[in-house]
């Protein structure tokens, strides 16, 4: 984003004085100061989102939810520029920008001013009307975050309501409205903010609340602890973090004179090393984080794996239990299954679950062994029968005979050797 202004502007260089010092996640970054014959411009962070003003004018009001967002982050960055000893004092829509995530980011620092605490007192009208609290209007003097707190309220109706609570065509009659007036409250506002509200525009300065008391309220809970940590975070030194010390070693490494670009940053220069420098120093710190994002969901995805395991493990072990008691029709506990049992005479014993009974046999011995074999060798040795003769008589044919289950077989071509009367002639001697 370019900035332009005439050289001779007389907030310019308080604005780029002021700007330069502000490293916040809410405010944009000032890169680089190019000036020219007859302006001056300034190189800020880019953000390709509207003003709020924009934003506000295309779109109408915004939900409570997105409103809660981006004021907290607003309030924020307000309160890390009064943590300079500094104030705004032109805090208005169109100076509120929104990057591509739609996150705040604070510019204009034309009318900063340091200021000294809550003893100290400005004197001098800035800003524009209908963003300006009631003591400025009268000329008097004034707490200079006190009159930020006023122009937080406005920016927080207008966000809510889609239009200025005090906005008139006549500037005097808009100054009128501001010191005699209340805002009117629409019924659609969420009744916490409308309390919120009442006191960021309260017209006695005294009565509204600091700062950290505003990122305290119920209403901003949400998104107040980022902003509060945020605040916390202290800055460390130049060229003291492993990021800056490694990104310095590669530019040597390419030729560049690091000695120079180490005295322009600390000197605050605002020139084109500079604006190098914080340029790759933030696509590191973008590239680290991505790293460790990653390195998280890795984390994350393992556990999630583990633990999806075990799960699985359990329930397959439970299944497997389950098929052995189906077919056992016994239930028993896992913890009884090689449970020790204590034996009467005092010995131990590993009582094995029950498995079908298989009937023992004799193993065979040697001598069994060679007589099957003996008998194997003998009908391998026998002659095969002879054919039977279709053409023989039946009363010829040879009559096998057979008992039981008894092995011995006889033939014979005799049939009166068959008669139950036979008697065998007696043996010679």
Known sequence: VLKSAKKDDANLAREIHHHRQFLHPHIARLYEVIVTEKLVWLALEYCPGDELYDHVL???????????????????????????????????????????????????????????????????????????????????????????????????????????????????????LILKEEPKFPEYMPEPAKELIKKLLSKRPILRPPLGDILRDPWLSEHAPLQQEILKLQQPPAFSTQVEKETLQRMRSAGVDIDVVIENVLS??????????????????????RRERKRREKEAEAKSVRRLSAASSRLLAQSALGEIHEEGDVLRSPSARGRRMARPNGSLSLQSPELP?????????????????????????????????????????????????SMLRYSTVNPDLLSPTYIPPPQRK
């Open 268 to 289: 605050q220069r605002c020139d084109s090393l500079a604006g190098w420098w914080a340029l790759l120093i933030e696509k590191e710190q973008r590239k680290e984080k």
């Open 58 to 176: 295309k779109h109408g009001r915004m939900e409570a939810g997105k409103v809660q967002k981006i004021f907290t982050q607003l309030v924020g960055a307000v309160s890390y520029v009064h943590g300079k000893s500094c104030v705004h004092r032109d805090l208005k829509l169109e100076n509120i920008l929104l990057d591509k995530h739609e996150d705040v980011k604070l510019v204009d620092f034309g009318f900063t001013r340091e200021y000294q605490g809550a003893t100290s007192y400005l004197q001098t009208w800035c800003g524009t009307v209908c963003y300006s609290a009631p003591e400025m209007l009268k000329g008097e003097k004034y707490a200079g975050e006190k009159v930020d707190v006023w122009s937080l309220g406005v920016i927080l109706y207008a966000l809510l309501c889609g239009e200025l609570p005090y906005d008139e065509d006549d500037d005097a009659a808009t100054k009128l």
């Open 357 to 405: 009974r298989v009937v023992e046999s004799k193993s065979p011995t040697s001598d069994s062994i060679q007589a099957a074999a003996r008998g194997a060798s003998r009908s391998r040795s026998r002659p095969a029968p002879p054919p039977k003769d279709p053409n023989m008589p039946t009363f010829g044919r040879p009559r096998i005979a057979s008992r039981g289950n």
